[in-house]
């Protein structure tokens, strides 16, 4: 209607419907909210003038939307953030202490919807001078940045932690360094959050920050250390490449000092798999990094309450407020399911019996218990890393042997994993240890090669074959 009747509703805007419109924004059901914004950006539109009386009011709120747990509310926030900024333009700096600390982190934002927005709104409104109103208004924006570590909402716990990143590394430090130490504090105290991805988030901006302030950050390095070394054999993979990520960046801020520390544990992970009985896999489990999703179920055959796990992602996509809940996910005992796989069509088999997951979160390092593969897994992974550090690299020969005894190992039916990523991190080996060093490998790595090409899991063989064009 105000779209439509444009200057002809001014009329009707008297206090007690601006009154109205502003309990809408504040409403516990989220529908009213997103309303309530989507009136204000066509009032906006239609009556500059008069909507600037109480622009500052609608700041406040817009603050309150831009956190929203709802994507649905935050996205119609971030419209009418946009349209407040641009329609006052000459005034907007007035605003920015409450919207641009918002504004920052809802570019690192998990939905895409939200976060291109931001993103372009980000582009639009501030254009070439970010990096100075960022240092600018850098108390403002840390006290966002650390409100949202603890926030309920755990995309926005994740985005907290990438800002962080972002502030480390290309902000203006002399405007930065009195924040280092609480915002270092508040990431490593994310590494332990119940969500992997705010875990894996909050170890790769460790590892930037590290990088960028190795002095102040040492006092921290044994804590952590225990957090990458627990991540380099978690069940979730990519915490496994995010622990070896973050490991080679300390290995490259603190080089040889940190030799005494990394690599008896790096070998130690690499025997790992071959000199200890295994937690066995019934079923596979290998997460696509791209989608978060399984590509098959999973059952620990060492318990007999076994759980299988259709989506490790899932929880992300639902309400934030509810971070555990994930309906329509269902738990399935051992027991029943060998009775079920058996053909047995009792009604204790049937999945109106199956116990439906309405408190575990799929995301969190409940899902599943930790294999002595996965740390096998991690540390060829960190071989990688390491390979560009040059204090590591005379260590990386050696390194090779233990990799290739690691992939002998196939009583497991999760090895191709181990397959996969030997492939991957192989060319970074070449050009780290030379060409002629490493022909002189190359014989004992065609078994390894040529079992990851025959495999029957078409992303397995898809990267041996990458692998076999590049050294060719």
Not at 50 to 55: C, I, P
Not at 230 to 236: E, K
């Amino acid at each position: 209607m105000i779209e439509n009747l444009e200057c002809e509703f001014l009329p009707f805007m008297e206090p007690r419907l601006s009154k109205l419109i502003f309990q809408c924004l504040s409403h516990p059901v989220r529908y009213v909210r997103e309303v309530g914004f989507q009136i204000f950006t066509a009032l906006i539109v239609a009556a500059p003038e008069d909507v600037k009386e109480f622009a500052h009011q609608l700041s406040q709120c817009l603050a309150i939307g831009l956190s929203d747990n709802w994507n649905q509310v935050r996205i119609a926030a971030a419209i009418t953030t946009r349209r407040l900024l641009l329609t006052y333009s000459e005034s907007k700096e007035e605003f920015y202490p409450v919207l641009l600390p918002k504004l920052c982190l809802n570019r690192y934002y998990k939905s895409e919807g939200i976060r291109t927005y931001s993103q372009d709104s980000w582009r639009l409104i501030v254009g070439t001078e970010g990096r100075n109103l960022v240092a600018k208004y850098m108390d403002d924006i840390v006290k966002c940045y650390l409100s949202s570590t603890t926030s309920t909402n755990l995309a926005e716990r994740e985005a907290a932690c990438a800002c962080i990143s972002e502030l480390a590394t290309k902000i203006d430090q002399t405007a930065f360094l009195p924040h280092v130490i609480p915002l270092l504090e508040a990431l490593i105290s994310c590494t332990e959050n119940e969500s992997w991805s705010v875990r894996d988030a909050a170890c790769l901006a460790c590892g930037s920050f590290i990088m960028e302030h190795p002095t102040i950050s040492k006092p921290y390095l044994e804590g952590l250390y225990k957090i990458l070394f627990r991540n380099l054999g978690d069940p979730i993979q990519l915490l496994r490449q995010g622990a070896a990520t973050t490991l080679g960046n300390i290995a490259t801020a603190y080089g040889i000092e940190t030799l005494g520390i990394i690599l008896p544990k790096l070998i130690e992970g690499l025997t790992t798999v071959g000199s200890t009985k295994h937690q066995f896999t019934s079923i596979s489990t290998h997460i696509n990094p791209s989608s978060h999703a399984v590509t098959s179920t999973t059952l620990d055959g060492n318990h007999g309450h076994g759980h299988l796990v259709a989506d490790e992602g899932a929880c992300v996509q639902h309400d934030p407020q509810c971070e555990f809940a994930v309906p329509g996910k269902i738990l399935v005992t051992s027991e029943s399911l060998m009775r079920f796989l058996e053909g047995s069509t009792s009604s204790s088999t049937t999945t109106s019996n199956l116990h439906h997951i309405q408190s575990h979160c799929l995301c969190c390092r409940k899902s599943k218990l930790p294999q002595t593969w996965h740390l096998t897994d991690g540390s060829i992974y960190l071989v990688g890393t390491l390979t560009s550090v040059s204090e590591y690299k005379k260590d990386i020969e050696n390194l090779i042997p233990l990799m290739l005894q690691a992939t002998q190992e196939k009583s497991y039916l999760d090895h191709y994993i181990i397959h996969e990523t030997f492939c991957k991190i192989l060319p970074l080996v070449a050009k780290a240890i030379g060409k002629r060093t490493f022909k002189e490998s190359l014989q004992d790595l065609f078994e390894p090669i040529f079992y990851t090409i025959e495999s029957v899991n078409p992303m397995t063989s898809g990267i041996g074959k990458k692998l076999s064009g590049r050294i060719s």
